[in-house]
C-alpha cells in the first residue's frame, strides 16, 4: 500500500523536550514536555487560538516518568529545592508568567507571584530560603496601540524576541520562602542576567554591562551581590559572558566567554578567577579547539536548553562543547597548582548532540538526539520518554561527504529520499556563521526527504567545531571561501549519488545561510529555486537596523557601517550590490519583528528582485522574529513549510515549467 506524502501537518503530532533538571540526590529528573495542541491550524488567528503550544512538567525516576502538571497555557522552568521536597516552577495562562511553588509529598501548586509582566530566572539558594528570580516593570506598554510617539535615548531599544526594550531593566527580586515575603533585591541601571547563588546563599553572582554603550557592544562584567549590600564589580573583563559558575570554595568562580579583544569571532572558553577579581584568569580548557556549548542546529528545541557547566568536585568542571557536528559533555580538570589540567570526554557521542544538560548529586539529566532520532530525555544513562514514536514518517540516516579545501577536509551530509531517481537536490546553508551542521534531528529536513528530495547540508569554513583556524578563514571575507566550500560540497554530493538532478536544484538558508543564498544566486544561475529566509542582502543598512549592528561587522570584517573609509567595501560585500546578475527563481520569508536581521533587507531584496524581472515571492509573517522556524507560532510554522514545500514542488518538480520561463 502507498504510504501518502507528508506535508506540513507531520509537525503536528510531534512532542518537544526541554529543560531536564537532575534531583539534589541525583536520582529523579523533572524536565517539560512541549506538545501542538490543534484545532483548525488554517483558521484565521483573530477567531482561532489553536494550535498553540502546551507544556507540561514530567517527573522521571528509574521506573519511569510520570505527569506532574496539568495547566492550561505553559508551565516551565523546573526547579528544585535544596532537599527535593518541593518545585518551583513557572505557569503561563493569562498574563504574565509567574512564580509557582509545588510541594512533591502532595497537594496543589501555590502561586507565589503575580506580576503584569510574569518572571523568570528561577534560582533557589543552597540553603533553601529564598528563591530569586527576575522580573520586568509592571508598567504596561500600549504607546504603539494608543498612536502615542516614543522617545528614545538609550544605544539598544529593540532586540529580538522582545521588541521594544522597557525603559526600566528587569529587576531582581528574592522570595523567603518560609515567610512568603518578596522583596525586592536590585534595580539595575542596564539588563543583567546570569544569576546564581553562592554555596554559602550569602549572595549571588551575576553578569551585566557597565553601562548601555558597553552592553550594546556585548562588553559584560560579573557582578557580586550580598543578601543587604550594593553590587559589586568583580571582573574588569570588558567582553561576552555567557555564563558565571560559583567553585563550591565560594571563593573562586568560572567563567564562560571570551577576553577583552577577542570578538564574536572567537571560541568561547571556560576560565577561573577569584571572586576578588585580583587575578589573571586562568583557562580551564586549554589545548581544546572547540567553542564551549552547543552550536549544532536544529528544529525540534522548543522551551530552556540548560547548558551552563557544573563542578562535579573541587577540581572537575563538566561542560558540553561542539565538535564536528557533534556536542558531547566534556570534562576540565583543575591542577593541584590552580592552573589548566587535562580536557577528557565525559558523555560524547561522535554521531549525537546534547543540547541541554544538568548535573548533581552524582546524577546527569539530559537531552540527547542524533540525526535520525528525535530527542529524548535521558536520565542517568537510560532513556526516560519515547518521544521518537510520534514522528509520523520513518527518519532517514545521513550520508557523510567530504569535499577539499585550503585548510583540509571539510564534511557534509545528504538525507536521501527513496527510490530510484533522479531526485531534486537542495542545498540547506546554516546561520551565524559560527554555527553547526550536524547529528541534530532537523524535522524539516526528513520532511524534503520523505518528499523525495535530497537535503545537502554541510559546515564550510567560518562554521564551529572544526577549530578556531576553520573560524577565521572568513573574518573579513564572507562570500570568498565559505561560497567556494559550499559549491565544492554541492558538487560532491552531485558526484557521490547518482540519483541527484543536476538539472532540478534548489538552494536556501536562513540569516547567514539566507546572506550566502542571495549571494549565490547573484553569483551563479546554476540553481533552478532558491529559498532566502531572514536574510541579510545590504550589509550597510543591516549595520544601523540589526539589534547587534552596532558590534557586528567589526568583529566579523574589521568594518562598520559609520566609518566612511568601510561603506564602499560593506556595499561591495553585499548581495545587493550584484543583484542584476539573478536569474533564480526566489522565495523570500522574513518576519516583522525579527530585529536580528530586520525586515528591511527582505524588503530590498524583494523590491531589486521586482525591478530586474526575477519570478520572486514574499511571505511576512507578523507577531514572529528570527526563531520563527524554531520555535515560532505552529500555525505560523505551518504556513512557512507549506510555502517551502509549494516554491520546491512548483520549481523542481517535472511537470512545472522550465525555471527559466517560472512565473510568480
Not at 538 to 555: A, E, H, P, Q, V
Request: hydrophobic fraction near 35%.
Amino acid at each position: 500500500m502507498t504510504q501518502p506524502i507528508p506535508g506540513p501537518e507531520s509537525l503536528l503530532p510531534l512532542v518537544f523536550p526541554s529543560d531536564p533538571q537532575v534531583s539534589p540526590d541525583g536520582t529523579r529528573a523533572a524536565f517539560v514536555l512541549t506538545r501542538i495542541e490543534e484545532d483548525d491550524p488554517l483558521k484565521p488567528d483573530a477567531a482561532f487560538a489553536k494550535p498553540r503550544y502546551k507544556s507540561q512538567i514530567w517527573l522521571a525516576d528509574a521506573q519511569g516518568a510520570r505527569i506532574l502538571t496539568r495547566g492550561e497555557g505553559r508551565d516551565g522552568s523546573p526547579r528544585w529545592s535544596p532537599d527535593g521536597q518541593t518545585l518551583a516552577f513557572t505557569r503561563k495562562a493569562g498574563e504574565g508568567t509567574q512564580l509557582h511553588l509545588l510541594p512533591l509529598s502532595g497537594g496543589e501548586a501555590q502561586v507565589v507571584t503575580r506580576f503584569r509582566n510574569g518572571v523568570s530566572d528561577l534560582q533557589w539558594s543552597p540553603d533553601g530560603q529564598y528563591v530569586a528570580f527576575t522580573t520586568t516593570a509592571d508598567d504596561e506598554d500600549k504607546r504603539d496601540e494608543r498612536g502615542e510617539a516614543r522617545v528614545i535615548t538609550k544605544p539598544r531599544y529593540r532586540f529580538n524576541g522582545r521588541d521594544w526594550l522597557p525603559e526600566r531593566p528587569a529587576r531582581l527580586y528574592r522570595l523567603h520562602v518560609p515567610s512568603g515575603e518578596l522583596r525586592e533585591w536590585h534595580a539595575p541601571e542596564v539588563e543583567l542576567g546570569g544569576v546564581t547563588w553562592l554555596p554559602d546563599s550569602s549572595g549571588v553572582l551575576f553578569i551585566a554591562a557597565t553601562d548601555e554603550l558597553a552592553g550594546a557592544h556585548w562588553q559584560q562584567e560579573v557582578w557580586h551581590l550580598t543578601l543587604h549590600g550594593t553590587p559589586r564589580q568583580v571582573t574588569r573583563w570588558a567582553s561576552a559572558v555567557n555564563a558565571v559558575v560559583p567553585h563550591p570554595d565560594g571563593q573562586h568562580f568560572a567563567l564562560v566567554g571570551r577576553p577583552a579583544g577577542q570578538g564574536n569571532t572567537e571560541h568561547t572558553h571556560l576560565y577561573l578567577l577569584p571572586l576578588t577579581g585580583e587575578a589573571t584568569p586562568v583557562r580551564l580548557d586549554a589545548g581544546h579547539d572547540h567553542p564551549v556549548g552547543n552550536a549544532v542546529g536544529g528544529d525540534c528545541h522548543v522551551g530552556a536548553m540548560p547548558e551552563k557547566p557544573t563542578w562535579l568536585d573541587g577540581h572537575t568542571l563538566l561542560f558540553s562543547s561542539t565538535v564536528r557536528g557533534s556536542c558531547g559533555l566534556f570534562t576540565a580538570t583543575l591542577a593541584a597548582d590552580g592552573q589548566s589540567g587535562a580536557v577528557q570526554a565525559h558523555t560524547h557521542d561522535p554521531q549525537g548532540v546534547i543540547p541541554a544538560f544538568t548535573a548533581r548529586g552524582g546524577g546527569l539529566a539530559l537531552i540527547r538526539e542524533r540525526a535520525d532520532q528525535f530527542p529524548e530525555v535521558i536520565l542517568n544513562g537510560q532513556p526516560v520518554t519515547d518521544l521518537h514514536a510520534h514522528l509520523p514518517f520513518p527518519a532517514r540516516t545521513p550520508v557523510r561527504v567530504a569535499f577539499p579545501t585550503e585548510l583540509g577536509e571539510g564534511e557534509g551530509w545528504m538525507i536521501l529520499p527513496d527510490g530510484a531517481g533522479p531526485v531534486p537536490a537542495i542545498l540547506s546553508i546554516h546561520g551565524g556563521p559560527h554555527t553547526d551542521y550536524g547529528h541534530a534531528f532537523t524535522h524539516e529536513f526528513q520532511l524534503y526527504a520523505a518528499r523525495g528530495q535530497a537535503v545537502c547540508y554541510s559546515n564550510p569554513r567560518g562554521s564551529v567545531g572544526y577549530g578556531q583556524a576553520w573560524v577565521d578563514a572568513i573574518h573579513g571575507r564572507w562570500g570568498t571561501v565559505d561560497a567556494d566550500d559550499l559549491l565544492a560540497f554541492f558538487d560532491a554530493c552531485l558526484d557521490a549519488e547518482h540519483r541527484l538532478d543536476r538539472t532540478r536544484t534548489a538552494v536556501m538558508g536562513g540569516s547567514y545561510g539566507g546572506f550566502m543564498t542571495n549571494w549565490l544566486t547573484a553569483h551563479t544561475t546554476r540553481f533552478h529555486a532558491a529559498i532566502t529566509d531572514r536574510s541579510i542582502c545590504n550589509l550597510l543598512s543591516f549595520g544601523g537596523t540589526s539589534d547587534i549592528g552596532m558590534r557586528f561587522w567589526d568583529d566579523e570584517l574589521g568594518l562598520n557601517f559609520h566609518r566612511r573609509a568601510d561603506a564602499l567595501k560593506l556595499w561591495n560585500m553585499s548581495p545587493l550590490q550584484y543583484v542584476e546578475n539573478v536569474r533564480t527563481p526566489t522565495l523570500i520569508v522574513h518576519s516583522v519583528l525579527d530585529h536580528r536581521c530586520p525586515i528591511e533587507q527582505a524588503e530590498q531584496w524583494y523590491a531589486a528582485l521586482i525591478l530586474h524581472g526575477v519570478p520572486v515571492r514574499f511571505v511576512r509573517f507578523p507577531g514572529e522574529d528570527h526563531e520563527l522556524s524554531r520555535s515560532g507560532r505552529p500555525d505560523r510554522r505551518l504556513t512557512r513549510l507549506t510555502e517551502y514545500l509549494n516554491w520546491l514542488d512548483r520549481h523542481l518538480v517535472p511537470s512545472t515549467a522550465p525555471a527559466e520561463t517560472a512565473t510568480a
